[in-house]
């Protein structure tokens, strides 16, 4: 069953500023052409999509990200589950933009 969260408004995106204007303009037509290719069924040309790019020291939302790819990234390499544990039992749905909702 495939669920859709879309509320009508734009998709906003913000992403760390760590690339230059090459790569961050790489970097943005690959993120709308992975959507659109996810999203085949669906008519995303009246989606728009917007992607941003913000220092992540000014960013909480991309600390935040960043904390819980670290704590994971960790937990995969090591086994041990001491900062991935601490957000795991918070987690109700985990939503991968490309597979969907999952957990």
């Given at each position: 069953?495939?669920?859709?969260?879309?509320?009508?408004g734009p998709v906003e995106i913000t992403v760390d500023?760590?690339?230059?204007?090459?790569?961050?303009?790489?970097?943005?037509?690959?993120?709308v052409y992975k959507t659109f290719e996810k999203n085949l069924g669906i008519d995303l040309t009246a989606i728009p999509i917007e992607i941003g790019?913000?220092?992540?020291?000014?960013?909480?939302?991309i600390q935040a990200a960043d904390f819980i790819a670290g704590a994971l990234h960790y937990y995969n390499r090591t086994d041990d589950d001491t900062f991935s544990g601490i957000i795991?039992?918070?987690v109700?749905?985990?939503?991968?933009?490309?597979?969907g909702p999952q957990k």
């Open positions: 069953m495939v669920q859709q969260f879309y509320d009508g500023k760590s690339l230059n204007g090459i790569q961050r303009e790489a970097f943005d037509q690959y993120l790019h913000a220092d992540s020291k000014n960013e909480p939302g795991d039992e918070k109700t749905l985990a939503f991968d933009y490309f597979k």
